[in-house]
């Protein structure tokens, strides 16, 4: 499967402001922001350089990381972070039921309307391309050691 990348302003919740500081550091879409960010040192030399806390990176970089998950992709990935996962691992691992459990409460607390909120099957589907992600994932390190 495939990674979905976003441009960096389709990210949910950041402001202008720092959406241009990060366009002047090389960061214009979600795949140079989780390429720039892979360890805590470079979330850390991030941070300094935007001279912004580093709980902000690590927000973005959760969303970033989630909206890798194609169904998710940058139109749900604040409703999932916000619903308590933050990444795509977790995701992987999180059981269906109570993750639409909290979808669903965040959504409806969120827009007052049930009928808006994620499915039973959509959360399914994020949860099988999470899965299929963190296995993509694991095969690619493999190959690199094996070389």
Do not use: F
Request: charged share 25%; hydrophobic share 40%.
């Amino acid at each position: 499967m495939q990674p979905y990348y976003c441009a960096i302003e389709e990210l949910p919740g950041l402001k202008s402001t720092d959406i241009k500081l990060l366009k002047i550091n090389g960061i214009i879409g979600t795949k140079e922001l989780i390429e720039q960010t892979s360890t805590i040192q470079k979330r850390q030399l991030l941070a300094n350089r935007l001279q912004l806390k580093i709980e902000y990176v690590n927000k973005w970089l959760a969303l970033a990381d989630l909206s890798r998950i194609p169904s998710v992709n940058h139109r749900y990935c604040g409703l999932v972070l916000h619903s308590g996962i933050a990444s795509v691992s977790q995701l992987a691992e999180t059981p269906i039921g109570r993750l639409h459990q909290q979808v669903l409460r965040l959504s409806v607390a969120t827009t007052r309307r049930k009928d808006l909120s994620p499915s039973v099957e959509i959360v399914r589907q994020w949860i099988k391309e999470a899965k299929l992600l963190v296995e993509s994932s694991k095969i690619k390190i493999g190959k690199k050691k094996a070389r």
